[in-house]
């Protein structure tokens, strides 16, 4: 497959809602809690663009993911309840989702290698995120990709597992 990995546009923004509609359903559909609460929404999606943060994965000219990634741009990441690997600038990325027809295809890894990428190309070599207790298919992926377990963050009164990924 050839992937091309861009910023969103305001245009990409009915797609993007779709794979993310999808991905709530499916969330909901494997006993998740994540994404239960009217997040993430259109909202969301409008500020991530707004903002330069959104990045769509296109598989033959067609959105087949969606990742919003900040520089140092998570303040609840102040609150963890553990402890960090690194204390200098790190890369946060959050609403990962691939759209259905493309899911079983390596997607998810590919935006994971797309977010290393965009990090080693401004000189950051620190990658943070967080996800449910119960999101199974995303605690794999932190598993499978090398990141480390560093303890709770809180989002909307409700505890998220924080990884960090030294590049």
């Not at 991530?48 to 943060?53: M, Q, W």
């Not at 609150?79 to 200098?88: C, H, M, Q, S, V």
């Not at 996800?131 to 303890?151: E, I, K, P, V």
Request: charged letters at 25%; a neutral charge; one cysteine or more.
């Amino acid at each position: 497959m050839q992937y091309i990995f861009r910023k969103a546009t305001s245009t990409d923004l009915p797609n993007i809602w779709q794979i993310l509609k999808v991905a709530i359903t499916r969330r909901k559909a494997d006993g998740s809690n994540q994404w239960q609460d009217g997040y993430p929404n259109p909202e969301v999606i409008k500020n991530d663009i707004a903002k330069n943060a959104g990045f769509v994965l296109e598989v033959n000219n067609q959105a087949a993911g969606y990742v919003a990634i900040l520089i140092n741009d998570e303040p609840e990441y102040n609150n963890l309840e553990g402890k960090w690997l690194t204390n200098g600038d790190f890369v946060v990325f959050h609403r990962l989702a691939v759209a259905k027809e493309f899911l079983g295809k390596g997607l998810a890894k590919e935006l994971f290698l797309q977010i290393e990428k965009f990090a080693q190309d401004r000189g950051i070599n620190s990658i943070k995120a967080d996800t449910n207790f119960d999101n199974d298919a995303m605690l794999h992926l932190f598993n499978s990709m090398g990141y480390h377990y560093c303890g709770e963050v809180y989002f909307r009164a409700s505890p998220r597992r924080a990884y960090e990924k030294v590049l």
